[in-house]
């Protein structure tokens, strides 16, 4: 099994940013693809952002283009997510997931590892 362990959440105002960090316990890292996910109470989960392994191919969700940035440090087994001029319906529950497959997709059942979450709240 692979572990994720996602770190950086926590309470920010309107337009504020954070990152966050997702640290995988495989050595085989650097050849997963890697996405995040949201899930804010009553709702589905949703896809945020993906990076295949080499960090050459990413892609966002509509909602979050311009304002968040996915990237990968395959020596420091971490993928980040640098989200900026945050909005209230930012919101929610944040995953890393990983697939084995090594290219990024939008679809929760194609990852194969998925971490515990950290809690994003934007207020206003």
């Known amino acids: 099994q692979v572990q994720l362990v996602e770190s950086g959440g926590g309470l920010v105002q309107v337009g504020d940013s954070l990152r966050l960090s997702c640290t995988a316990s495989a050595r085989t890292f650097s050849s997963y693809a890697m996405g995040w996910f949201r899930q804010a109470p009553g709702k589905e989960r949703e896809f945020v952002a993906a990076i295949g392994w080499s960090g050459g191919v990413t892609y966002y969700a509509d909602s979050v283009k311009g304002r968040f940035t996915i990237s990968r440090d395959n020596a420091k087994n971490t993928v980040y997510l640098q989200m900026n001029g945050l909005k209230p319906e930012d919101t929610a529950v944040y995953y890393c997931?990983?697939?084995?497959?090594?290219?990024?997709?939008?679809?929760?059942?194609?990852?194969?590892?998925w971490g515990q979450g950290t809690q994003v709240t934007v207020s206003s």
């Open positions: 997931a990983a697939a084995r497959a090594g290219w990024p997709t939008e679809n929760p059942p194609e990852y194969d590892y």
